[in-house]
């Protein structure tokens, strides 16, 4: 399996490491620490260093309770990192729902548009269906970061993940967008309580049946918190438990802050499997 992005085919016949950049002051695991273009910068060129496949670069911060950021600033925060990131060598996305954005990175030669609202805003599909090879993530989330917790979906979350993202992904291909350029995010702590979130995990391969590759981000997320006591900075163990798991259960990215301990995880699982026949 491949999934095609404006430079890059990436291979996904094993799984791929996703590093985090955020240029935030508010994300909620680290937040302030690469606001900055040169501290970001510097941190892109670590996540190569430690192994990351690819680099997701975002201005905004999701975590619940956020307030949304204007055009201008999350264009003055981002544009001035992808557009050094993009000669790294290495795929890159650009995490953001504003088409603006979107359209300006694309233009700057960003390979990837991650969108948690799955290209719901107006113009956004647009953008995507416009550019010749752009890779796409679209991402589940019920409701809007700023309440998507006060009241999180009701019943079984995997049936209407699924449905959700078919129905992105099936609005995509009408628009002449072929499928091997568009992967899926079930959008893990987007609007879900926490027996919903494991519930995607422990059912993820009902997610596979659509054939669309898996992009899934547990890294330092609150409900392995709710599940192991652990604060936002010792997560680090149950989020390397989560990204095996999700890979174990056929997820082909793994969006991670740890991304040299993710990458050492997933040498010891790559030795696990069975050789490939001539």
């Known amino acids: 399996m491949q999934w095609q992005t404006a430079r890059f085919a990436i291979d996904l016949g094993k799984p791929k490491v996703m590093g985090i950049v ?21 941190h892109c060129e670590q996540l190569i260093r430690e192994g990351a496949d690819i680099l997701d670069i975002g201005g905004e911060s999701t975590r619940p309770g956020t307030a949304p950021v204007s055009l201008e600033e999350e ?8 557009r050094d990131a993009v000669r790294f060598g290495v795929p ?5 729902y504003k088409p603006e954005i979107m359209r300006e990175a694309l233009d700057l030669g960003v390979d990837i548009v991650n969108d948690i609202w799955a290209l719901q805003r107006p113009g956004a599909l647009d953008v995507v269906a416009s550019h010749a090879s752009c890779g796409v993530c679209i991402m589940h989330m019920h409701g809007e970061p700023q309440t ?25 291909r009408q628009r002449g967008v072929s499928v091997t350029r568009i992967a899926w995010d079930p959008g893990v702590g987007f609007g879900k309580s926490v027996d919903q979130n494991f519930s995607l995990l422990a059912r993820q391969r009902e997610l596979l049946h659509d054939g669309f590759p898996l992009l899934v981000g547990w890294s330092r997320k ?10 936002v900075h010792e997560r680090l163990v149950p989020s390397l438990a989560a990204a095996l798991l999700a890979v174990e259960r056929g997820a082909r990215i793994v969006r991670v802050h740890d ?18 026949g001539p």
């Open 92 to 96: 890159v996305s650009v995490d953001t």
């Open 222 to 231: 609150s409900s392995l918190g709710a599940a192991s006591g652990a604060a």
């Open 22 to 42: 955020n240029v935030t002051p508010d994300s909620f695991s680290d937040g302030g620490r690469f606001v900055s273009t040169r501290t970001a910068l510097e």
């Open 148 to 172: 998507m917790q006060r009241s999180p979906m009701q019943g079984d979350a995997v049936p209407q993940v699924r449905e959700f993202l078919r129905q992105r992904s099936d609005a995509l």
């Open 259 to 276: 991304v040299r301990e993710t990458v050492g995880a997933l040498q010891v699982w790559n030795a696990c499997q069975p050789a490939s």
């Open 75 to 82: 264009r003055a925060r981002v544009m001035p990192v992808l």
